[in-house]
């Protein structure tokens, strides 16, 4: 016993040892070149909202994204997003702002004003880009602190990979499997516990703290998704809802819901949350990762102060959104038997 307890530490400081060493020794040499080995997952990536979050405006250009009318392409250094929205930086890495018209929604294909005629900086790297160092430069004055590559690149996740490349082993490259590797950058402000809301809906990119609110908190995000794939394309990779929750899949099968296309995540993960667009009353753009659904009609969403969100989904968001016309007591007197 005495020695096991001796061993483990040990044997744990000799490999905590061995992955700083090839890691501090190691550099960041980009994405193409891990595509020479690992070519299907280079592909699946490449066409993800990772790999392109941060793209130079010539890039953005070729595939069709459209710029604020009073500049050029020529006054564009990059363009910020990809899914939802996107946002400009000029010359000088400083977002352009002056005349407001500078975030184009994508879902409406409308433009929004992002803190129009403010000078504001490019503060956002940490979590855009891969190998970031806020002590660096890039010589652009608006933009603060430097990185390797652009976007969220094999490296962001992995870790900086040329000592892998050259031996191919895979001791000398890191696979972080926790929900706290992502939580790095699904989170917004430095408490995982609190989840920030603001104007009626929860704020984006706090799937991170969703997720440690929600039943399935000891679970990874990649027990759901592949994390090389885009969202639509990576769950179910391993395990959809009835896989674990064969009775109450089993349940809905029958009912009217299901025949008429409603599926298990239209309420599980009804749309609480907004990064661009406000659909309606009770919609958002993108879906939350609460999954529990409290059916008290007088079950708050948010805290008095609408700056924080409870850790369940109200009915109506879970169901108003579709039955616009009802009530949450009807949802509520409903609710109980929806399986
Ligand atoms: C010259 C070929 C080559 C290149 C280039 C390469 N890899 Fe690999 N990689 C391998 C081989 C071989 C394995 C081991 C496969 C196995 O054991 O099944 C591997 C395994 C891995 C694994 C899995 C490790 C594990 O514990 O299962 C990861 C992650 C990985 N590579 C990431 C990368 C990243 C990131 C890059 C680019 C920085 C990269 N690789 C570049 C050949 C390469
Ligand atoms: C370095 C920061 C960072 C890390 C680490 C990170 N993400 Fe992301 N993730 C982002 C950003 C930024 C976006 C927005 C890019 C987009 O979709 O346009 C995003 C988007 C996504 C999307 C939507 C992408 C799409 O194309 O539909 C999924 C799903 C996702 N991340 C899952 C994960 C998972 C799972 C992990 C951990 C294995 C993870 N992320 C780790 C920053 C990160
Ligand atoms: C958002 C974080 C993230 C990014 C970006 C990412 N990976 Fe991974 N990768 C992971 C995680 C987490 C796993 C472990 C997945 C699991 O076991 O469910 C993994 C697994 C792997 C594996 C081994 C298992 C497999 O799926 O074959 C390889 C090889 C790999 N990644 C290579 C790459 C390469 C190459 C890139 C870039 C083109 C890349 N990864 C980008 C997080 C990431
Ligand atoms: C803590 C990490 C983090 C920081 C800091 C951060 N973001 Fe993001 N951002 C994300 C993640 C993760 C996503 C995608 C998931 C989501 O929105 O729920 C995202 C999404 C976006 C999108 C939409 C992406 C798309 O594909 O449409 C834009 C635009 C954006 N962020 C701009 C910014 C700007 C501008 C800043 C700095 C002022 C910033 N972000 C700071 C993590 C971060
Ligand atoms: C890998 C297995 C797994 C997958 C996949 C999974 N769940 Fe779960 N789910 C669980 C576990 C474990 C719990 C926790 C049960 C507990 O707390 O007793 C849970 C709890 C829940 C609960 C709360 C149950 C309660 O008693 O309040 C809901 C609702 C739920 N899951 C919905 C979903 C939906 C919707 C999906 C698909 C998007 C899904 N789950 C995918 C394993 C899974
Ligand atoms: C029309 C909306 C809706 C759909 C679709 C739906 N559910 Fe539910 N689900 C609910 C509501 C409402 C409850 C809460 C019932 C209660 O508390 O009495 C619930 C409860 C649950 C629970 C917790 C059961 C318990 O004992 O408390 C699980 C697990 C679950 N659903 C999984 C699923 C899965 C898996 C699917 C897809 C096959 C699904 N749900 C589809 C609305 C829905
Ligand atoms: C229980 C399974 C499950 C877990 C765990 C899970 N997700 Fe998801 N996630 C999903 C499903 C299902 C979707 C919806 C995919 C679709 O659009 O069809 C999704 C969508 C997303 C999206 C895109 C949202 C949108 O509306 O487009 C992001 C980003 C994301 N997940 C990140 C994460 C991160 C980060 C974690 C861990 C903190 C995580 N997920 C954990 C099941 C899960
Ligand atoms: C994604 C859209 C969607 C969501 C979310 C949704 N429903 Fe439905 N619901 C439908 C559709 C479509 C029908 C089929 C009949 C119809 O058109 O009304 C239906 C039918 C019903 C019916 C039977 C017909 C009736 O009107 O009496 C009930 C009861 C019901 N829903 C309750 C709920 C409850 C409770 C919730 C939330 C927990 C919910 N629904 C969430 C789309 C939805």
Redesign the pocket.
Known sequence: MRMLKLFIPLMCSLLIAQTTFAQTNAKYIG?DT??TC?GS??VH?KASG?ANMLRKAEDARKAGVPKPDYVGWSDILYVVGFKWKTRYLNNEGYFITEKGRNQFNIETEKWADYHAGEVKKYTCGECHTTGYDETGSTGYPGIVGSWAFEG???E???GPGSIHTKTRSPADII???SSS??GQCHIRGEDPTVIPAKGGFIRHHEQYQELLQSPHKNMNC?TCHD??KRAGLSTYRKFDCSYCHAPEAEEFKETEMAEAGVTCTDCHMAYIVKTAVKRGPWEGDIKTHLFRINIDPNAPQFTPDGKYSKGWITLGFACLRCHADRSVEWAASRAPYVH
Do not use: E
């Open positions: 994405a891990c595509k690992h997952i280079y990536w990772h969220i690149q094999c962001a996740c992995h696979v972080d499997r590797l992502c990649v994390p090389h």
